[in-house]
T-cell receptor
């Protein structure tokens, strides 16, 4: 149980374009989903917390207009990187949880912006 | 002071030995504590969760929590080369949404 999927697993896009990443909880309904970013040899940095049906809460320093999060249902959250630039190239990981339970991570999406 | 601190390592142990990974946290009201394993290029995988003082065992893994000392550890018995990875300690802030604060991780190398 507690399986979280992400799609795509990797994506290459040109500078200035937008990329959408999907995160799905496959065998449970997640009340909360989280989006993280990880640069090489660094730890995970929380970008935002999203709850189904409400606006995402972004961490300090994360541009909400650049990283659009939609939590459409209890099993699906999407992250759209708008007007991507090379410095947005990173490993994006989502996680899903039930209240007071552990977070389970998706396999991650590696984004390369050329 | 970082909220969650770990020695970055690498911690090198021979196959079959016990690996001991340590983590300290600064927020005294932290409620939940987790150990994640992350292989290079992969996402974190939950290994252990612990919520109360004492030891919690699961197979070759034992998590230890001491809230008075703000200290949590992970012991890996009979270490295997496949255990070589980065181990992330994570602590929840005292909020309603279980936000995790991660340490920078300890890299473990188990030599055959």
């Amino acid at each position: 149980g507690a399986v979280v999927s992400q799609h795509p697993s990797w994506v290459i896009c040109k500078s200035g374009t937008s990329v959408k990443i999907e995160c799905r909880s496959l065998d449970f309904q997640a009340t909360t989903m989280f989006w993280y970013r990880q640069f090489p040899k660094q730890s995970l940095m929380l970008m935002a917390t999203s709850n189904e049906g409400s606006k995402a809460t972004y961490e300090q320093g994360v541009e909400k207009d650049k990283f659009l999060i939609n939590h459409a249902s209890l099993t699906l959250s999407t992250l759209t990187v708008t007007s991507a630039h090379p410095e947005d190239s990173s490993f994006y990981i989502c996680s899903a949880s039930l209240p007071l339970y552990e977070q389970y991570f998706g396999p991650g999406t590696r984004l390369t912006v050329t | 002071q970082k909220e969650v601190e770990q020695n970055s390592g690498p911690l090198s142990v021979p196959e079959g030995a016990i690996a001991s990974l340590n983590c300290t946290y600064s927020d005294r009201v932290s409620q939940s504590f987790f150990w994640y394993r992350q292989y290079s290029g992969k996402s974190p995988e939950l290994i252990m969760s612990i919520y109360s003082n004492g030891d919690k065992e699961d197979g070759r893994f034992t998590a230890q929590l001491n809230k008075a000392s703000q200290y949590v550890s992970l012991l890996i018995r009979d270490s295997q080369p496949s255990d070589s990875a980065t181990y992330l300690c994570a602590v929840t802030r005292n909020t309603g949404f279980q936000k995790l604060v991660f340490g920078t991780g300890t890299r473990l190398l188990v030599s055959p």
